[in-house]
């Protein structure tokens, strides 16, 4: 089966936007695309064609799931798998962000040394 290679990374905060490079690239050896905001996720996704997005819950403009339902709309990014990285996560909202479609959530603050693991897990849950 082949590696999780291409991560499309979603964070409005620049510094866990650079922890999260650093994870993924350094010691995940992937290919990342960040995004500071939902709009911008949108416009790049289809030319970076990931193989799974990680998108931040709560940002400025348009938050998480919003930005989701832009990307589902999109047919070349519709069966990609998304996975919700967020600080809030009570039983309600996981389940919440689970029937909006996200295969996953991760709890921030994450660990830069297993996020890269974490992602391919998911990656493979995911069925892809």
């Known amino acids: 089966m082949a590696e999780l290679q291409r991560v499309l990374y979603v964070e409005d ?3 866990i936007r650079t922890i999260a490079r650093l994870s993924l690239e350094a ?10 905001s939902g709009a911008e996720a949108v416009e790049a996704a289809v030319s970076f064609r990931p193989e799974l ?13 919003t930005t989701l ?18 600080a809030k996560v009570q ?8 029937s909006m479609g996200a295969v996953d959530v991760i709890t921030k603050p994450f660990d830069p ?3 890269p693991d974490r992602l391919r897990a998911i990656w493979r849950g995911s069925g892809s």
């Open 69 to 86: 339902r832009a990307l589902r709309a999109v047919p070349e990014l519709a069966s990609v798998p998304v996975a919700f990285m967020t």
């Open 91 to 98: 039983p309600a909202e996981l389940d919440n962000y689970r």
């Open 113 to 115: 040394m297993t996020l």
């Open 27 to 36: 010691v995940g050896g992937m290919t990342v695309c960040l995004c500071a």
């Open 13 to 15: 905060e620049a510094d």
């Open 53 to 65: 997005i990680l998108l931040d819950v709560m940002m400025p403009g348009m938050d998480g799931p």
